[in-house]
């Protein structure tokens, strides 16, 4: 091979690496700048949660939160909810239920045990009216609309009905748990392997300018 040759082939393999190396440092920085905002958002979700916490705690002790519309009232002025957000329940009942197991298991600051019954009483009766308003709103759409359908079937005796919709809900919960294995292999492999990609793009680069 000539020296003209050599130097076509090493200029292809340079600008290839040189390519590849700049594609590497913007992967690097999208992580980086995605890593940032994500950290960003569950500290602010996390420092709304400690005062909704707080403003709760201080509620039920001195007993101006009283009714659930309270409850509701305070949770949306904390998290910035809309009127028209619908979806509110399961978020507000989940917060609920790590106040109340924290508050239990004594993790919580400023609560006395003859506090503790009286909060304990109150937060069920809440969690309890919210799951009346609106029945499994832990769940999905999909499959909180197909219990409702399930509940009001079997309350009217449609067994014919209740059986075909008991029947598209395992099918859903089968297809909800082979997503589910698909992304947990796909998560697995994924991360690490971006990272070992960008690090050699990012070796390759550098070899590729000192040559």
Request: charged share 30%; net charge positive; aromatic share 10%.
């Amino acid at each position: 091979m000539d020296t003209e040759n050599l130097g076509e082939l090493l200029n292809i393999f340079n600008d290839n690496f040189a390519k590849s190396f700049i594609i590497g440092v913007i992967t690097g920085v999208y992580a980086i700048t995605a890593s940032y905002f994500l950290k960003k958002y569950r500290r602010k979700k996390l420092e709304k949660k400690k005062e909704f916490f707080e403003i709760l705690k201080e509620g039920l002790i001195n007993e101006t939160i009283q009714t659930p519309n309270d409850l509701v009232n305070i949770y949306k002025g904390v998290t910035n909810l809309s009127t028209e957000d619908i979806s509110y329940r399961y978020g507000l009942n989940k917060w609920l239920r790590e106040f109340l197991a924290k508050s239990i298991g004594n993790k919580i600051d400023g609560i006395d045990k003859k506090d503790l019954f009286k909060i304990k009483e109150k937060i069920s009766l809440f969690i309890e009216h919210n799951e009346k308003i609106s029945p499994f709103s832990d769940l999905p759409d999909t499959e909180r609309n197909m219990l409702t359908d399930i509940n009001s079937f079997s309350d009217n005796g449609d067994k014919v009905a209740l059986k075909r919709k008991v029947k598209e809900l395992g099918n859903i919960i089968q297809t909800r748990y082979d997503e589910q294995k698909k992304l947990e292999s796909q998560t697995r492999w994924s991360i690490p392997l971006a990272i070992i990609g960008v690090i050699l793009t990012v070796v390759f680069g550098i070899i590729s300018i000192f040559q």
